[in-house]
Every structure is written in C-alpha cells, then in structure tokens.
C-alpha cells in the first residue's frame, strides 16, 4: 500500500477562536500511531481538549512545541499515512524545513521544575493581564492554578486585586 505525508492542521474552534496554545504533545516524531490516538492536548480561550490523530499512521513532523500559540489551519504536524480519504490533506513538501523545523518533546519527558520553569498563560490570562497594561512575560510572582499549573483568568484577577489593595 503506497503511503504519502500529510499536513495535519490546528482545527478551528469557530469564527471567533483562530487561534490555540499547544499544551502537552503527547507523541514524538517516529511514533507510530493509530486513527482517534490522544496526540496533543490544545486550550482555546474557552476549553482544553485533547487533539486525536486523523488517522493511522507514523508521526514525521510536529511544528509546535508546549506552550506555542498557534493559528486554527496552520500546519500543527505531518503524519505518512495510506489513508486515501486524506488526499486532499497531502504535504506540498515532504518533512519539515527551515524555521518549521520538526520538534517535539519525548512524550515522557516532565516539565522543567524550578526556577527556570516556564510559566505558561492561558489566552484569557494573557488578554486580562494586556488589558490592565502589564505584561505577562514580567510577571514572576503571579500563582498559577490553572490545569497544569498554567495562570488562569481567575489567577490574573486574583494578582490584580491583590496589586490594588
């Protein structure tokens, strides 16, 4: 059976979300995965929901790492696949290249703990925090109790009202 790359695309939560932080990756570049497989997990402004493969397949390429902000039918990875139903998917160029270059945690690898740990803003903590004039990026002593430790919205109302009183 011939095999061919696809472009897997962000899905597109709606007209009014375009865009979609990538969580956890949950598979690597090698990995051999079946159609419905959990491979990312993915937060709108509104939701976190788990990303399924399309297909069955092997993993070739993943664009996004934890943490990146992505637009809703942007190239997320590239699986090679014999699922002639996604055709219409096929890659332009086979594999990544240039600034797209594939990257991807091993799907057990654990966050980095510490002082260098990433601090990663949900879209709405982000939006709140740009709204007050501050930015989230020099904010070092907000609490992050988001899922995955990540700064909610509640998080960032909570840092404000405390800044105020």
Known sequence: MDTFLIDVPMPSMGATVNELTVVT?????????????KLAELESDKSIFEFESPCDGTVRAILGKAGDVMTSGSTFLQIETADASLKHLKAKAPGASGAAAAVAAPASQSPVTGAQAPVIWTPRATKLAQEAGLDPAKINDIEATGPGGRVSGDDVTRYLARRKG
């Open 25 to 37: 990756l949950k598979v690597a570049p090698g990995a051999q995965v079946t159609k419905g497989q």
